[in-house]
């Protein structure tokens, strides 16, 4: 079928949206970061890890949401409660009970962690951070990791307009991961003007291979924040639980000041946590913290239900047995068909790439090939398994990604050989 | 929000400035690739002809009543040549334009020696001239048939203009045109300070824009575009499904956005690099723009 018509209502929709939308379709979900002609542009519903299009087409899908489905799209566990509590009032003059309890159990969950302020998207829980950072020391500089995303705030963006660089993100600096010398340098160069460094648990920019963090650059972060007096933000918004149920700082042993969660937090309801140390509770007091909607009963339900659920499902482990086999057999299949197919990243949130082709040509030509199979992989960003994904699904992605690579195969020649301009 | 002319900085003046030239310019010599006619009024002996923009100090490194001229090299070679200058010369807006017919061939390049240097005693000057406005404009001949030369520049422009509206001028040619102009334009505006930032974070890498038999190539390095006519391995492709889409998004008819979605457009590669070329498509429109 011609994507024309396996496409025709998604791009009906996306004509229509582009007249009064700007962008049609705004920021990472613009068709233009997919495959244009071989990914769906609006999606009609979902059921544990499938995904379907308004045109009726189905995908097991491995981006769950962008990370916020961790048991399963419409998991009854968790809508059940969720719904429920909607027909009793959501939005209420003052917070829920739940609030507490979620505070509590997220308190006792995540390590180190003594008090959470609830919001609504990571942008806020980071802006929050890095805000509450600079108010405590007295500080104004945030160092961040080259290509890292904390959000979309001016600060943080890649909305980069001079009004922008001259103001908020004029004290913002950057170094590469894992290059503590760098990080030296930076405290160096900034001496009594650095807030704090805020990181996610490991590296994972979009269009590149993720990296994990190697041994000594937590632990260097740690030290040189103590000694120059600057907070350790932990950015855990995208892998939230997927690494551990104590926060993914807990899983690559650091210690963190703060730690900001949200995506899979309550299974796509729309919640983000602070969690910070006793140490900074104090400042955090003293912030005037409100939004319309960040005490919202329903989301912190559903993140209660979330994490039974997940506690249910065998959590971790159990993302991470199916996040190997899906690596193991993503990369022996790009093996015996030629390519050097590596991925990258923890097993639960896999994301492959092409070691012969920086630029992602072969990416978004094999997530092209995948999609056209009924298989939603992202070719820019990092993927995620979900704990409703199950063998089945990563049978039939293998055997999917087994025609890809062969299809692959025909056009590589043409793509590397000095032709790349004749196609 | 729609800038007037009197409301731009010294430095917006000269970018606008350069881009009226370069586009004047390129537009010209995409025209006389394009129309056998035209060709064939070119003088014997080829023209060559050079503008000139004085400028008040404005611009990177720019010194107070400092005029430079900076040569538009279209043939490859040149382009190779001067590309280490462009950093240092990105907002002294002048260019020159040779044209070449031998043995019945078109050769479009660069020479030192201009047969008349059109000379613009500043950036307003330029921008109102080059816009079809009223302004001052000192011809200086350099050799004989001079004023042949501005004539045929003149020709040329117009016929570029006469190419973009007629509706019998193939797809191709008007294609060709637009894509010629709007890649230029890119060049033209890069050096702008306003993109500076933006530009830093965007990788750098040649991106391929094809349809159908066109092509070019820019290249980003730090904040400068340059144009190509080849490239070995581009980093990101840009193409157009055919030529009357290329003629509909480039001509602002159908926003980039829905031909993209609709798949019109295809991008392939390195896409921040393209998303960067969109950013500074962004800026060229904003200049494009201005009211003169």
């Not at chain 1, 630029?359 to 092209?368: D, G, P, S």
């Not at chain 2, 503008?51 to 400092?66: C, E, P, T, W, Y």
Request: charged letters at 20%; a positive charge.
């Amino acid at each position: 079928m011609s994507s024309g018509k396996k496409f025709a209502r998604s791009r009906e929709y996306f004509e229509r949206a582009a007249k009064v939308i700007p962008g049609g379709i705004y920021g990472s979900k613009s068709p233009g970061f997919l495959v244009p002609g071989h990914f769906p542009y609006y999606l009609e519903g979902a059921k544990g890890s499938c995904i379907v299009d308004v045109d009726g087409n189905q995908y097991i899908d491995y981006l769950c949401g962008y990370g916020s489905q961790i048991v399963g799209y419409g998991n009854p566990a968790v809508d059940g409660p969720a719904l429920d509590q909607a027909r009793r009032g959501d939005l209420l003059n003052q917070p829920h009970p739940v609030m507490v309890e979620l505070a509590e159990r997220l308190v006792d969950l995540v390590d180190g962690m003594d008090w959470a302020v609830f919001v609504k998207n990571g942008t806020d829980a980071t802006t929050l951070a890095t805000s509450i950072a600079r108010a405590d020391t007295g500080k104004q500089i945030v160092v961040a990791a080259e290509g890292a995303y904390h959000g979309a705030a001016n600060w943080c963006s890649t909305n980069v307009f001079p009004v922008f660089t001259s103001a908020e993100q004029r004290d913002v600096r950057f170094f590469s991961y894992n290059n503590i010398a760098q990080l030296e340098k930076l405290f160096i160069d900034n001496k009594n003007n650095i807030a704090c460094v805020i990181l996610t648990p490991y590296h994972h920019p979009t269009y590149k291979p993720q990296q994990l963090p190697t041994p000594e650059f937590l632990k260097a972060v740690e030290v040189l924040c103590q000694r120059e007096g600057a907070y350790f933000i932990m950015d855990d918004i995208r892998a939230n639980f997927r690494l551990s149920m104590a926060g993914s700082h807990s899983y690559f042993g650091a210690h963190p000041d703060m730690v900001t969660m949200g995506k899979a937090l309550a299974n796509g309801y729309p919640i983000s946590v602070l969690l910070g140390a006793e140490a900074l509770k104090k400042t955090a007091s003293s912030f005037f913290i409100t939004g319309t909607y960040w005490m919202s009963a329903v989301p912190m339900i559903a993140a209660m239900a979330t994490l039974n659920e997940m506690e249910r499902l065998g959590g971790p482990h159990r993302l991470a047995q199916l996040g190997t086999l899906l690596k193991n057999g993503l990369e022996s299949l790009g093996e015996k068909a030629g390519f050097k197919a590596r991925v990258s990243g923890p097993p639960a949130i896999p994301f492959l790439t092409f070691d012969e082709d920086p630029n992602l040509f072969l990416n978004q030509r094999f997530c092209a090939a995948m999609a056209d199979r009924g298989v939603f992989m992202h070719p820019h960003h990092n993927w995620f398994i979900s704990l409703a994904h199950s063998e089945e699904d990563i049978e039939r992605t293998l055997s999917a990604a087994r025609e890809a690579f062969e299809e692959l195969r025909g056009g590589f020649s043409a793509l590397f050989m000095n032709k790349i301009h004749e196609q | 929000m729609l800038m007037k002319l009197s409301q731009l900085t010294k430095e917006q003046k000269a970018i606008l400035a350069r881009l009226k030239a370069w586009l004047a310019l390129q537009l010209a010599a995409e025209a006389f690739r394009s129309d056998a006619g035209l060709q064939k009024r070119c003088p014997v002996g080829g023209v060559s002809l050079k503008l000139k923009i004085m400028q008040n100090g404005a611009g990177r490194g720019g010194s107070v009543h400092s005029s430079s001229g900076r040569d538009m090299a279209i043939n490859p070679a040149a382009s190779a040549s001067s590309a280490d200058e462009s950093a240092a010369t990105a907002t002294k807006p002048a260019a020159t334009l040779q044209l070449f017919v031998k043995k019945g061939n078109a050769i479009v390049g660069a020479r030192n020696w201009p047969q008349l240097v059109l000379v613009f005693p500043g950036s307003e000057a330029a921008i109102k001239v080059l816009s079809g406005g009223k302004g001052a404009a000192l011809p200086l001949p350099l050799s004989p048939g001079a004023f042949k030369a501005l004539g045929f520049f003149k020709k040329a422009s117009s016929r570029a203009t006469e190419l973009l509206r007629e509706a019998q001028t193939p797809d191709m040619v008007r294609a060709s045109l637009l894509l010629a102009a709007t890649l230029h334009g890119l060049e033209a505006v890069s050096g702008d300070s306003y993109l500076e930032r933006r530009m830093l974070i965007v990788p750098d890498g040649t991106v391929a824009v094809r349809v159908g038999q066109i092509e070019f190539f820019a290249a980003k390095r730090g904040r400068d575009i340059r144009v190509m006519e080849s490239a070995q391995h581009p980093d990101a492709v840009l193409s157009f499904s055919d030529y009357q889409s290329a003629i509909k998004v480039l001509s602002g008819k159908r926003q980039a956005v829905v031909a993209l979605g609709s798949g019109e457009v295809k991008i392939e590669g390195l896409l921040p690099l393209v998303q960067g070329l969109f950013a500074v498509l962004d800026r060229l429109s904003w200049y494009l723009g201005v009211s003169v």
